[in-house]
């Protein structure tokens, strides 16, 4: 198993950007595919987005296509979630994920998962 922290969390007006980190430890980092999740208040853990082992290949949730950009520094054991042009409708919490197996769009294919970063989107 991997062992995930996120940062970089925090408080942004509309509009505005954030950049998420999630650091790794273990020497297998570079063989999962990792993906982002969040969670507001009263609703479920929704998909964000995920990148393949390699980088070249990403996912993102229709919400946030062409908003977020997920990438990932192998060298580095740290996958980022670059947030731009924030709506309020981004507060949650995001976490990151190390994929296991199965859709990747699903949180039940991940067997890994950070502690979680809080992101407030003020209007």
């Known amino acids: 198993q991997v062992q995930l922290v996120e940062s970089g969390g925090g408080l942004v007006q509309a509009g505005g950007s954030l950049r998420l980190s999630c650091a790794a430890s273990g020497r297998t980092f570079s063989s999962y595919a990792m993906g982002w999740f969040r969670q507001a208040p009263g609703k479920e853990r929704e998909f964000v987005a995920a990148?393949?082992?390699?980088?070249?290949?990403?996912y993102y949730a229709p919400s946030v296509k062409g908003r977020f950009t997920i990438s990932r520094d192998n060298a580095k054991n740290t996958v980022y979630l670059q947030m731009n042009s924030l709506k309020p409708e981004d507060t949650a919490v995001y976490y990151c994920?190390?994929?296991?197996?199965?859709?990747?769009?699903?949180?039940?294919?991940?067997?890994?998962w950070g502690q979680g970063t809080q992101v407030t989107v003020s209007s």
């Open positions: 990148v393949y082992w390699s980088g070249s290949t990403t």
């Open positions: 994920a190390a994929h296991t197996n199965g859709n990747i769009y699903l949180d039940g294919s991940y067997g890994s």
